[in-house]
Structures are given as C-alpha cells and as structure tokens.
C-alpha cells in the first residue's frame, strides 16, 4: 500500500517518533497508543498514518503494518522453500507473531515452535497488531512458549527442527545472547538433516561491523552462511540484511518450485527472482571483508 501523507506533527496528538542511532534519527509522525515497561524492556505501541500500527522495543523499531512483509517474507520464505523438509519449524523471538504468520502459510509445516522471551511483547501485539499475527495465533500449529530461546535452543534434543529461524532484536539487552558462537553451534545442533539456519543479521551499513562478524561466524559454525539484502524502510538506514546457514550445502539459495508456487502469489516483496537478485545483492566492502 502507497505511504500516505501524515498529519503534521504537532497537530493532534501526533509527534515525530524516532529511533536515534549514531547520531541519525529514523522516524515516523506517530502518536504513541501504549507503553509498558516488562522486565526485559520498553514496549511500545505506535499509530502513524504512513505505516499503519508499528511497534519499538527500548526506543528501536521492530515492525509496523504496512511494512512488515520486506520482514517477515525476507527471513523465512528462502528459509522454507530451500529446507529439505519443513515439517517442524522453531522460530526464537518473533513475538509479534508476522514470522510465525508466514511460515504456517506453508501446508507442509505441521508444528512450529515459537518461543519469544518478553510476554508483554507477545500481549501488546496480539492487542494492538493483530493484523501482523494474522491467523498465525489461532492456528493449531503454533505452540507459543514465553521463555529464553537461549536456554531453549540449549535443552531441546539435536535434529529435532527441520528450520530454526532467529527473528530477535539489535544484539543489546534480551537478544545480546542470539549472535554469539554458542547459540550458533546449539541452532547447528537442532538441525535435521538437509535443514536450514536463519537470522536477521542487522544493516550492512548502520551495523557494519556486527554484520560481517556475524556472517563470518555463520560461516565457521554451519560451513555454508550467504546474507541476502533487502528494505525495512524506517530500520537504521533502511538497509537490512539476513542470513542463512546449512551444514549440507547451501540449500537455501534456491527455492523449491512447488513450495515457492504455494506461496508466492501472497507475496509482496519475496519470490524466487527477487531471492536471486537478494543473494546476489551482496556489497563489495563485505565481500571484501568476508573474503579477507
Ligand atoms: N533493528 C531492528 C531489528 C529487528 C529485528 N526483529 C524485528 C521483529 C519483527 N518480527
């Protein structure tokens, strides 16, 4: 949908909401509809006219409706259609349910684990953002867990998922603990055979530096990591970045026909062209970087 002229700020009770990153604002005229402190952080729950409901956790923005699908799609459409099987899906993070949304539009998955730590984030968007969960939260397939994905991707059995998606937060309070070797090496670990890593991996530009070590790390765990680039508009710089990892080869780089046929039609950014050119997309400072 085409983004439509705001009020002017200061008008109502609209005002410029922004996430400030390296002394750069990425904002949007919104009026703020709630905000709750949980024991993990700052929850909150804007309304802007360009974007629809959106949602910022510690003053960083998370999702908002009319551009949550350069997201959600991104993450897990090569994810699903790249994975030898797609039975059993585990999603860390994700708590607003958009994630969780797209992978159970593929009839293949019959059980998906969502386990997301912050339950005030799951309730506010259940609430505010029903439209990003969509059917996702009624769906018999979903099994909602509020605890610690770390200690959950920690104690479930190995080769018990066949894709582990990793939709956390900026690697700083909550998601600190979603980059490192550790959690890499026990995502590896929960893997099936022929079965597929994904996380967002932050902006090659505003998080340069967390970026590459993150692919770089991705490639020393796994063997096989690729990031594919894409848009989240009001993320810092708009330039966003996820990445993806298999141990038997990099399955995830082309998509199954009759799955991506399932799917694509109720897409609006993802399909099997713009997954190549996604891949392709990548920079020459990083490939540079990588290479080195
Ligand atoms: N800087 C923002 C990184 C946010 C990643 N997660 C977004 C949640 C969308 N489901």
Excluded at 43 to 63: A, H, N, R
Excluded at 174 to 192: D, I, K, S, V
Excluded at 250 to 276: E, F, K, N, T
Aim: proline fraction near 7%; include cysteine.
């Amino acid at each position: 949908m085409p983004p439509t002229e705001p009020p002017a700020p200061g008008t109502d009770n609209t005002h410029w909401v922004d996430e400030e990153l390296h002394g750069v604002r990425y904002g949007l005229a919104a009026s703020v509809i709630e905000e709750r402190q949980s024991a993990y952080q700052r929850v909150t729950i804007i309304d802007s006219q360009t974007y629809g409901k959106g949602l910022l956790l510690d003053g960083c923005w998370m999702t908002a409706e009319r551009q949550e699908r350069h997201y959600h799609e991104s993450i897990v459409h090569p994810a699903l259609c790249g994975a030898a099987s797609i039975e059993r899906v585990l999603v860390i993070g994700g708590g607003d349910g958009g994630t969780a949304r797209e992978c159970l539009r593929h009839p293949q998955v019959s059980h998906l684990d969502l386990v997301e730590i912050d339950g005030l984030v799951v309730e506010l968007s259940q609430r505010h953002l029903a439209a990003i969960g969509g059917g996702a939260w009624s769906d018999p397939r979903l099994h909602l867990t509020v605890g610690d994905g770390i200690a959950w991707v920690a104690n479930a059995p190995a080769a018990s998922y066949d894709v582990v998606i990793v939709d956390g937060s900026d690697p700083a309070g909550p998601a600190e603990g979603l980059f490192n070797r550790a959690f890499f090496e026990n995502c590896r670990r929960l893997l099936r055979p022929g079965g597929v890593f994904a996380t967002q991996s932050e902006s090659p530009e505003a998080f340069r530096e967390v970026h590459i070590a993150t692919v770089r790390l991705l490639r020393q765990v796994f063997g096989h990591a690729d990031p594919l680039y894409g848009w989240v508009p009001m993320y810092p710089s708009g330039w966003w970045s996820w990445t993806f990892a298999a141990v038997d080869g990099p399955r995830y780089l082309s998509a199954d026909p009759a799955r991506a046929a399932a799917v694509a039609a109720g897409c609006q950014i993802w399909s099997p062209r713009w997954q190549q050119g996604a891949f392709g997309a990548v920079p020459a400072f990083v490939e540079r970087e990588l290479a080195g």
